[in-house]
């Protein structure tokens, strides 16, 4: 018997949601990449770190937000919640590296290409391992070209973003960004919940009345409540820091040069520190020529 399934039985509060929590995890983490350009490379790899746990909580938590509303009439809904916190672990890892390559490479076209697919197809087993972790008296199936489909989507809005992390400066193009990549991963989500069929068991007990969704929700909630604040937390360190709002270039690394750096990543300025001696060509380009005697 196939199991009817309704993916929005809280109407239209979970896709806003979760959408809301896809934008916000992609703008704290295009903005902490950006940043992580503008700094030394002594902190870089720490802001390249938080913009991909930042994604990758983002990812996670618009996931299992959707799925709140999901329901299978007939049977009632569980979650393993190992396997659960392990898809939130691939997406963090895997969104990591995509972030670290174009973080330290540019936006070269094989960084760019590399990094996008190892990022797109880490939102995609975060998605379908996240599924494997729901426990319910039937069998899933899914349909292989609408899956492919949801990997493509996957695939080519990480490459955007992260296109968008090194290219893009300024906060509110980085804001229309973070807002295209969010409506990218929610399509890739319900996408792959179109490709979604149920077989119950002949066996499987009936829900209660009213459906799952009271169980799932209980049962997400508290899951949801840890990336969701580490979200805010981010979200406060990227509000006191005005370089990553503003885009305002920092110090250059001064044992970098200019000419080995990667495509895609802008020229920094170099600001002499105290003690420090300044480059004498730097020093006579910005001396001032004497002053015409004037006649008196």
């Known amino acids: 018997m196939q199991g009817t399934i309704d993916g929005f039985g809280y109407g239209a509060v979970t896709p806003v949601a979760a959408f809301l929590m896809a934008c916000l995890g992609a703008a704290l983490g295009l903005r902490c990449t950006t940043r992580s350009l503008r700094t030394e490379r002594s902190f870089k790899a720490g802001w ?27 049977v009632p809904i569980g979650y393993d919640k190992p396997v659960t916190f ?14 670290f ?10 960084a760019l290409v590399t990094g996008g697919t190892i990022t797109g197809l880490g939102v995609a087993s975060m998605h379908y391992l996240g599924m494997a972790g729901m426990r ?15 990997v493509v989507i996957a695939v080519v ?11 893009i400066h300024g906060f509110l193009p980085s804001l229309g960004a973070s807002v295209v990549m969010g409506v990218a991963v929610s399509g890739m989500h319900y996408t792959g919940m179109a490709a979604l069929r149920v077989h119950l068991h002949p066996a499987a007990p009936t829900a209660p009345a009213g ?23 981010a979200a406060v360190v990227v509000m006191f820091d005005p370089l990553v709002v503003m885009g305002t270039p920092d110090w250059n690394d001064p044992a ?21 001696h300044a480059d004498p060509a730097s020093f006579h380009s910005q001396r001032r020529e004497p002053a015409e005697p004037q006649d008196w």
Do not use: K, N
């Not at 963090?92 to 972030?99: C, K, P, R």
């Open 211 to 233: 459906g799952s969704g009271d169980s799932a929700t209980a049962l997400l909630v508290p899951l949801l409540i840890g990336p969701a604040c580490f979200l805010v937390l």
């Open 86 to 99: 392990a898809s939130l672990g691939i997406a963090i890892v895997m969104v990591g590296v995509g972030i």
């Open 136 to 150: 319910l008296d039937g069998q899933f199936e899914y349909d292989t070209i609408t899956v492919s489909l949801s």
């Open 157 to 167: 809005a990480s490459t955007a973003a992260l296109w968008a992390a090194v290219s």
């Open 101 to 110: 390559l174009v973080g330290y490479r540019g936006a070269t076209p094989m």
């Open 256 to 276: 970098a040069g200019h000419g080995d750096r990667a495509p895609g990543i802008p020229v920094q300025r170099q600001v002499p520190r105290f003690g420090t």
């Open 48 to 74: 390249l770190a938080l913009g991909a746990t930042s994604i990758g909580s983002g990812i996670w938590t618009m996931h299992f937000i959707a799925m709140v509303g999901f329901t299978v009439e007939e």
